[in-house]
């Protein structure tokens, strides 16, 4: 009888799937193998079990074992089938990139227990023996915070275990089993009354809950998007064995959507999938999902691939979220992944928005993806805010704000109300500056200037990672006298605290923020009216209900407002209307004032407006003249090397190629990219552009194994985007 071949997807940078044969062992499609590949030893998974290879029988290799039980059902297959064919991307790595890391090792995946970690009695810390830095830190961590987790301990040092050890035996801490699936929180909000407009969203969504349907729900900040898709949970999961799929952007940013899923809807157990998971929970959420036993999986833009039998219905939350797209390995869009799955399970799939992206609403607009709406705030007393700018050109800032604007937070902090001051920018000051020669502080790694953190006395790039302690003179003409310019949170921070030294300011930002319960802690506090001022980035404007903020200050926007990204404006404008939207979300009415020099632009009178349809189409339309998506589709060959001139040769050599394909693409020339420089490498890229999709993909399935045959592919670091969304 013949011998098994085992046709294998592992993950190397080939596109295509390799034969082994199988000596005995139980065998099945989608389940994991070890086989030794190129010397190596890898985890791939089976695709398809046959007798026949292509490689003469003397020259095949037996897999060393296989894994009982698949990761990957025929669904999952088909979906990661799509996934590598749309993004020419090899569907090994595809495969493997889908798996939690400890399925991608060789030993076998056992789920270690996993622990939170909580002080239960004080440590004095200088009591504590000198030397033991990282018990010290470790400690200082545990008293900062709550409870720790074993990912948040791995993030103090990476000698934690050692140090809970330790504290231990000294018998002052109290550790608590994580299981992946908790049973929900017991509820205790009451279950509002659903208005006509929710109820109408509901109905025409149950009307075509038994097949493919894609919905856009389009609904204004505090509509009550969460409350519709909690309803349509109830409704779906009701069925005997029913799962759904819910993508957010950032669990992190919104743990108020994540516990009020558990309390509402606690009789389902739910999962969680996102990066901030140690890896032993992640795989007990893997699993979970994988065996039908968890019901609700909330997962960040990953969790488009948890595995999962029995789906009905998919949910993605605030849609037009960038971090849906994933910018490294498989540069996939979790979005236009999840329709893909859900057309493919004959499912429904809602995606909400306040501001939906361009490529979204333009599918609305034709009638491919049903447009529901709601346009009236859910709490019958919430107004939507009123927006107006300060003229900065007339108003002169000082410090980064304006006479007008501190006026008004005055107001404010005399009433006992919140004021949240929105400004995208950490650190301190984003440049170092010397007056006296013009010399501002470069990254040595990257074309990008350093960023001024003056808490730890430090300069950072924030695009490589590059850190150096703050020089004490000029670095070119010995100047002692170097200022920091312009605005960031931290600074922003400090001079609020200048202006209001009886107010209680907090600063919400990344540097700030740097685990899951410092911003639940922080938001708690702001509901407990424990803060009086709010001052940070994007990370303020996600989702989050503040019942007592009725100022917004936007601070900086007028760099977004001219940038030449063609994105820029759509995204100012989702940014601007969402942090808007936290301010009069209860019986008090906001207001929302935006320091700009460029108050008459289209921008701003479409935010006074409240009118993101008007400004979308006029978007559209502007688009569509310059035939750009989602008019017309894009791709960015993205390549870098040590020089750049192998970068261009390399480019240069892909046009070639292209030209001897006979296509309907655009291919420009190959361009710098705005950060030329990155992390010591030099950077190029190449913009593809075609009309139809099919062709597209045509032309890309000719010219994508061209390009990995070329002799530089291999001297030269390249990435294929498919539907960019960063130039
Ligand atoms: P969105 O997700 O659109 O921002 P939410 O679902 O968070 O809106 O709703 C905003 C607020 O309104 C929440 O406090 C929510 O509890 C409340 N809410 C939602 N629907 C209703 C309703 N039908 N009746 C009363 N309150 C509601
Ligand atoms: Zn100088
Ligand atoms: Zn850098």
Known sequence: MPKQILRIGLDVPLNRLFDYVNDGFNAQVGARVVVSFSGRTLVGVIVEITDTSAVPAAKLKAVQHVFDGVVFDANMFKLLNFCANYYHYPLGQAMIAALPLRLRQIKPAKMRKSYVYQLNQAVDIA???????????????????????????????????????????????????????????????????????????????????????????????????????????????????????????????????????RSRLSEYPLATLHSNLSESERLQSWYSASTGEAKIVVGTRLGVFSAMPNVKMILIDEEHDSSYKQQDGMRYHARDVAVMRAKQLGIPIVMGSATPSLETWHLAKKQQYGLLRLKERAVESAQLPKINCIDIGKSPTEKGLSPILVREMRERLNRGEQSL????????????????????????????????????????????????????????????????????????????????????????????????????????????????????????????????????????????????????????????????????????????????????????????????????????????????PPTSYFALLKAEASSYSQVLTFLNDAVALAQQIPNDVMVYDPLRPQLERLNNMERGQLLLQANSRTAFHQFLRQWV????????????????DIDPIEF
């Open 127 to 261: 009591s504590l023996p000198k030397r033991q830095v990282v018990l010290k830190r470790t400690v200082e961590a545990l008293q900062a915070n709550i409870s720790l987790s074993e990912a948040q301990l791995a993030g103090v040092s990476t000698g934690w275990r050692k140090a809970i050890a330790t504290l231990k035996e000294m018998g002052c801490l109290q550790q608590t089993e994580v299981v992946a699936v908790k049973a929900g929180l017991q509820s205790s909000n009451v279950e509002p009354t659903l208005n006509a407009e929710q109820q109408q969203v509901i109905r025409s969504v149950l009307g075509e809950a038994n097949h493919f349907k894609p919905w856009l729900l389009y609904g204004i900040t505090g509509s009550g998007k969460t409350e519709v898709y909690i309803q349509l949970l109830k409704t779906v999961l009701a069925e005997k064995g029913a799962q759904a799929l819910i993508l957010v952007p950032e669990i992190n940013l919104t743990p108020q959507l994540e516990a009020r899923f």
């Open 421 to 628: 001051i929105f400004l995208n920018r950490r650190g301190y000051a984003p440049v170092l500056h010397c007056s006296a020669c013009q010399w501002v502080a470069p990254c040595v790694r990257c074309s990008a200037r350093l960023v001024v953190h003056l808490g730890q006395k430090q300069l950072k790039c924030h695009h490589c990672g590059h850190e150096q302690s703050i020089p004490v003179q000029c670095p070119d003409c010995g100047n002692p006298d170097l200022s920091p310019v312009g605005q960031a949170t931290q600074r922003l921070e400090q001079t609020l605290v200048d202006l209001f030294p009886t107010a209680n300011v907090a600063r919400v930002d990344r540097d700030s923020m740097r685990n899951k319960d410092a911003l639940t802690d922080l938001l708690k506090k702001v509901q407990e009216k424990e803060i009086d001022i709010l001052v940070g980035t994007q990370m303020l404007a996600k989702g989050h209900d503040f019942p007592h903020l009725t100022l917004v200050g936007v601070v900086d926007t007028d760099t977004a407002l001219f940038s030449p990204d063609f994105r820029a404006s759509e995204r100012l404008f989702s940014q601007l209307m969402q942090v808007s939207g936290r301010a009069g979300r209860a019986e008090k009415p906001g207001e929302v004032l935006i320091q700009t020099t460029f108050p008459q632009h289209a921008l701003f009178d479409a935010l006074r407006a409240q009118d993101y349809e008007s400004y979308a189409n006029a978007l559209l339309d502007e688009r569509a003249v310059m035939d750009f």
């Open 705 to 720: 194994p061209q390009l990995r045959a070329q002799m530089l592919a291999n001297k030269v670091r390249w990435v294929l």
